[in-house]
C-alpha cells in the first residue's frame, strides 16, 4: 500500500507508465556524449536496450544551443545540434519504436538564450528564428520585461516567464510537435525549480505524453561542522512530494532523496536505509509510483561529479533500485562504459525484475538495516543483501539467482 503526504488523488488518464508500473529507464548520455556523432551511435544500441528490457531512453536536449551539451536552447524547432542531425536523430527515434523503447525528450523550458539585444543591452529578444518572443516573454528578475520569476532564477541567461498566455500556448504546440512529428513519446522536464508545477501539470494535460518525469533537484539536509547527512531526510523528500502534488500527480520526479541516503548507507552505514517507520527512506517510501530511483546522472556522476556515488559500490545501489519499488533508472556510463561485467550484472538484475513481477508499487519489508548490513524481501517472492555482512533467507523455497561483491539476490 502507498503512503504519500498529498491532496490530488486522481491520476493521469492517458499515463499507462504510471498504471502497469513496469517500467526501467535508461539514461542514454553523459557530459560528453555530444563530442561523440552521438544519434549514430545510440542506434547501434537500440537492439541491446530493448533485449535488456529498457522501456524508455531519455536522451540530450535535441535542440540547437549555445552549450554543447544542450541546456542553453535558442531556435526550439531547429534538431541539428551537437548530437548529430535531425535525419540523424529521426533514424534512432524509429530504430526506437521499431524496438518498442520508448523516446524520453529533455524538455528544457526553463531558460532560452536570445538571438538579439533588448532594450536593456541583453540578449532576451528572439528575433529571427520560430517562437520569436520579445523581452516580454523573459521574467523581470532575469532582465526581461515579463513578470517575476515562478520559482528559483537561473542565472546568467534570459528565464522563460511561463505565466505569459503566449508563452505557454507556443511550448504547447512545440511539445505537441516533438510528439507527433519528430517522434518523441516521453518528457523530462529539466530544472523544475525555476517555474511553478502548475506549469508542467498544464503542459502535461494539453501535450500528453506516456510519461513525464521532473528534476526537482533539492539539497538533503545536512549537520555542520562536518556535513554529515542527517539520518532523517523526511522535509526533504516531503518538498519533491509537495512538487509532484502540485503537477496533480501527472509527473513523476527523480528521488534525489533515495539517491542522498543510499550513495552514504552503502559506506558502511546501511542503518539509514530503514527510516523511523520501518520503510524506505526516500520518496520510494511514501509515493513509489511517482519515485523515479537513479544513483547516477550527467550531474552528479559523468565528468563534472557534482555529487557522485562511490565507484566500488555500484552494483550495490543497482541491487537495491533494480529489486524495491519506484521506477528504476540505469545511467550510461555504468551500462556500457565498465566493461562487460558491469553490463551483465545490471542486465541480469533487470532480468530478475521483470521475471518476478517487481513493479513500481512493489511491497517492502526490511529485515536487517544495520552499519553492514541491509536485507529486505519484496513481494514476499524475492529477497536480496547487500553489504559486507553475511545474510541469506531462512526460507528454502528462496533460490539464489544473482550475486557478486557484497550484495545477492534469491526468489523463489
Not at 554543447?68 to 535531425?86: A, K, M, R, T, V
Not at 518523441?184 to 510519461?211: H, M, N
Not at 551483465?344 to 519489508?365: F, N, T
Request: net charge negative.
Amino acid at each position: 500500500m502507498e503512503m504519500w503526504l498529498f491532496n490530488v488523488v486522481w491520476c493521469y488518464s492517458a499515463g499507462v507508465v504510471f498504471k502497469n508500473g513496469t517500467e526501467i529507464l535508461f539514461q542514454a548520455f553523459n557530459w560528453e556524449s555530444h563530442k561523440h556523432n552521438w544519434w549514430s551511435k545510440l542506434e547501434e544500441k537500440v537492439d541491446d536496450l530493448a533485449k535488456s528490457g529498457f522501456t524508455s531512453a531519455w536522451l540530450p536536449p535535441p535542440t540547437q544551443s549555445l552549450s554543447p551539451e544542450g541546456y542553453l536552447p535558442q531556435n526550439l524547432y531547429c534538431l541539428d545540434s551537437c548530437y548529430g542531425s535531425l535525419h540523424d536523430l529521426k533514424a534512432l527515434l524509429w530504430q526506437m519504436n521499431e524496438h518498442n523503447v520508448r523516446a524520453m525528450a529533455d524538455v528544457v523550458i526553463n531558460h532560452r538564450v536570445g538571438t538579439t539585444k533588448g532594450s536593456n543591452g541583453m540578449y532576451n529578444r528572439y528575433d529571427g528564428i520560430p517562437v520569436s518572443w520579445d523581452e516580454h516573454a523573459v521574467t523581470s528578475c532575469s532582465g526581461g520585461k515579463g513578470n517575476k520569476s515562478t520559482g528559483d532564477n537561473f542565472d546568467g541567461v534570459p528565464n522563460i516567464d511561463h505565466t505569459q498566455p503566449f508563452v505557454r500556448k507556443d511550448i504547447i504546440e512545440w511539445l505537441i510537435w516533438l510528439q507527433e512529428t519528430i517522434g518523441f513519446q516521453d518528457f523530462r522536464f529539466d530544472f523544475t525549480k525555476g517555474y511553478s508545477a502548475k506549469f508542467v501539470k498544464e503542459y502535461i494535460e494539453q501535450s500528453k505524453p506516456l510519461f513525464a518525469v521532473g528534476e526537482y533537484w533539492d539539497s538533503c539536509e545536512y549537520s555542520h561542522p562536518d556535513y554529515c547527512l542527517n539520518y532523517n531526510q523526511d522535509n526533504h523528500r516531503q518538498r519533491i512530494i509537495n512538487w509532484m502534488d502540485s503537477t496533480g500527480g501527472l509527473c513523476a520526479a527523480f528521488d534525489f532523496t533515495t539517491k542522498g541516503i543510499l550513495q552514504e548507507a552503502v559506506k558502511g552505514e546501511l542503518w539509514r536505509l530503514r527510516d523511523p517507520k520501518g520503510k524506505p527512506p526516500g520518496v520510494m517510501g511514501w509515493w513509489p509510483s511517482r519515485s523515479v530511483t537513479f544513483i547516477e546522472n550527467h550531474d552528479t556522476g559523468s565528468t563534472q561529479g557534482h555529487w557522485p556515488f562511490p565507484s566500488d559500490h555500484i552494483m550495490e545501489g543497482y541491487t537495491y533500485i533494480l529489486t524495491h519499488p519506484g521506477i528504476p533508472t540505469v545511467f550510461y556510463d555504468h551500462f556500457y562504459d565498465k566493461g562487460d561485467c558491469f553490463h551483465d550484472e545490471i542486465a541480469r538484475l533487470m532480468e530478475i525484475r521483470k521475471c518476478q513481477d517487481i513493479h513500481s508499487r512493489s511491497a517492502v519489508k526490511i529485515l536487517e538495516a544495520r552499519s553492514d548490513l541491509y536485507s529486505a524481501i519484496i513481494d514476499d517472492k524475492l529477497c536480496m543483501k547487500i553489504g559486507d555482512g553475511s545474510w541469506c533467507p531462512s526460507d528454502p523455497e528462496f533460490k539464489l539467482a544473482a550475486c557478486g561483491d557484497r550484495y545477492a539476490v534469491w526468489h523463489k
